[in-house]
């Protein structure tokens, strides 16, 4: 006869096993051509070894503002496994600018007391047309103004405009925000990093 623990144990046992079959049957929560889309021409990714996400953006764009607190949440928690990689692109004259403070912050190392403020700043509608009312911003946020013109027109950030508008083509972008996992993958759902999250566990999943 057996011990009441031993009956108990095997009674828990006998439940768990439906359980754990029917969790491995679950749907996926996330569908390709739903709430990602395979890019039609992959794109190898510039930091060889992680798991790739980059995000493009525009500071004028109202969508890209709207989802930089849920970027910023999203990168407090990013696995040392992701590389994340921003992208400014250009895609008409008038957002050149933007592009070019962009990187010229990158350049300087001053992001963090740039970043945030161009996009207030863009969405306030301060005119930040050309490289004289972007050195007097980056100024009154505690940045030398000649050392951001210099980064501003430096071959450096020709180099990264460039280099992003052509990322924007071979991606197939039309718009932003445009967020792309492993240079494979775009992300068409409005809960853009829940399925970012699910395509970074993929990549990480052992293949059998």
Not at 51 to 66: I, N, S
Not at 159 to 167: A, D, H, I, S, W
Not at 180 to 195: A, D, H, L, Q
């Amino acid at each position: 006869m057996l011990n009441p623990l031993r009956r108990l144990l095997l009674m828990v046992l006998a439940c768990a096993l439906p359980l754990a079959v029917f969790a491995t049957d679950l749907p996926s929560p996330f569908k390709e051509g739903q709430d990602y889309a395979r890019l039609a021409n992959p794109v190898p990714v510039a930091t060889p070894g992680k798991t790739e996400v980059v995000e493009m953006f525009w500071y004028g764009c109202p969508h890209c503002y709207d989802l930089e607190p849920s970027t910023q949440a999203w990168l407090k928690r990013k696995p040392d496994n992701v590389a994340f990689v921003r992208i400014a692109v250009s895609f008409g004259a008038s957002w050149e600018p933007g592009a070019r403070a962009y990187y010229a912050a990158e350049a300087l190392g001053v992001l963090d007391k740039l970043h945030q403020p161009l996009f207030e700043a863009y969405h306030q509608r301060r005119p930040l047309g050309d490289v004289d009312a972007l050195a007097a911003f980056a100024a009154e946020h505690g940045v030398d103004a000649e050392a951001f013109r210099k980064a501003y027109t430096s071959f450096q950030t020709e180099t990264q405009l460039r280099r992003g508008n052509q990322l924007a083509q071979r991606y197939g972008i039309r718009g932003v925000p445009a967020v792309i996992v492993n240079g494979t993958y775009e992300i068409r759902s409005p809960k853009v990093f829940e399925v970012v999250d699910f395509l970074v566990a993929q990549a990480a999943a052992p293949r059998s």
